[in-house]
């Protein structure tokens, strides 16, 4: 994503640019899960941890042969290990505190213990990083107020989008008894409708701006989580998750493009890596944490009087909408 910024100057180039790069990972996304469930069907579900092997294996031969080498301008620092350990340690720690907490019998204290490190961990990242003559996230990232938006957004975006995926396959698999194999197909539409979100995106985005885009992804992925929930309740086939996905695929199309374009906005030679790193490390945190909280919060065995179906899209469109109205704080011709 830093070469998209560096190559791509700001305006229709760059978002059709990330609009080329967000369709080959929705693409990625989708087919990986088709593979899942061939492979799931056919060898059982330890070999998808397998899989990717030969295929890191020849993205690898494929960058030492296709990309050229260069030298870097500057001299480049040390490594910020110990921001590295703590940035790592509070996401873990959060996600274990939460995990045991929906486990039967588990003793209370251990999520206790584990949320409250993860909140320490995260205190002390801040405090090194201000600290550090060369911090993993130098704390004047936080001064550009679109970026620090789009990443917050990104992250509650994402949280819904892969509860949805997770959703999916529960219900198909846990609720309809579809096997592996005609689940993974049955996304197929989602993985379609991402490559015409996606070409879509670019010509929208000069014409609407970047907010309506936006708001438009997180409207579309709070339909769906509506439409999950419906489906859910009436006890719906399969065939009706269909609407679901398409609005997830449109979500995704102008939700996490048009952040991309606001998380990169203004990013310099120098500071390219840092902004693109950051919103793809808030993409996957945000979709982890995601999971966990909504979908632990809705599947918790306390709560098995209600849906848990319904639970978890609940929370995941209180999300997005908390989403929308930081957006909506944004000075308009910063959207722009």
């Known amino acids: 994503m830093a070469t998209v910024v560096l190559l791509f100057p700001e305006g229709p180039r ?6 080329v790069w967000a369709a080959v990972a929705s693409c990625g996304l989708v087919l990986g899960f088709v593979l899942s469930g061939v492979i799931t069907a056919h060898l059982g579900w330890r070999w998808t941890f397998l ?13 030492l042969l296709l990309v050229e080498s260069d030298r870097p301008v500057t001299r480049p620092g040390p490594l910020d290990l110990p ?23 588990a003793s209370p204290w251990v999520s206790v213990v584990a949320l409250a490190g993860a909140a320490l961990a995260g205190a002390a990242f801040v405090r090194v990083e201000a600290r550090s003559p060369h911090p993993l996230v130098p704390l004047s990232f936080f ?24 959703l999916f396959t529960f219900y198909l698999q846990d609720v309809r008894g579809v096997g592996p194999l005609e689940a993974g197909l049955t996304m197929l539409s ?26 438009a992804g997180l ?24 609407a679901a996905m398409v609005l997830i695929a449109a979500g995704m199309g102008f939700g996490l493009i048009g ?26 945190l945000g979709g982890a944490a995601g999971v966990t909280v909504y979908v632990g919060i809705g599947f918790a065995p306390a709560l098995h009087s209600a849906n848990p179906f319904v639970t978890a899209a609940g929370l995941s469109v209180i999300g997005l909408i908390a989403a929308a109205l930081v ?3 944004l000075p308009q011709h910063v959207l722009n």
């Open 219 to 242: 409207g579309c992925t709070a339909g769906a989580m509506a439409v999950i929930a419906l489906v859910a309740v009436l006890g719906a086939g399969a065939p009706w998750l269909i």
């Open 51 to 63: 899989i990717s092997v030969p295929v890191i294996l020849v993205v690898i031969v494929a960058a």
């Open 327 to 329: 957006i909506r704080r």
């Open 259 to 284: 952040l991309q374009y606001l998380a990169v906005s203004g990013a310099t030679d120098e500071d390219a890596g840092i902004a693109s790193g950051i919103q793809r490390g808030v993409d996957q």
């Open 143 to 166: 001064a550009h107020r679109a970026r620090v938006t789009a990443n917050i957004a990104t992250t509650l975006l994402s949280g819904a989008l892969s509860t949805s995926f997770l």
């Open 14 to 19: 760059r978002s059709r640019a990330l609009s």
């Open 190 to 215: 989602m993985g379609v409708a991402m490559v015409v979100a996606s070409l879509l995106v670019p010509r929208l985005l000069g014409r609407w701006g970047a907010r309506v885009c936006v708001l």
């Open 83 to 105: 921001g590295a350990l703590l940035l790592t340690a509070c996401p873990l720690l959060f996600v274990y505190g939460v995990v045991q907490a929906g486990e039967p019998g």
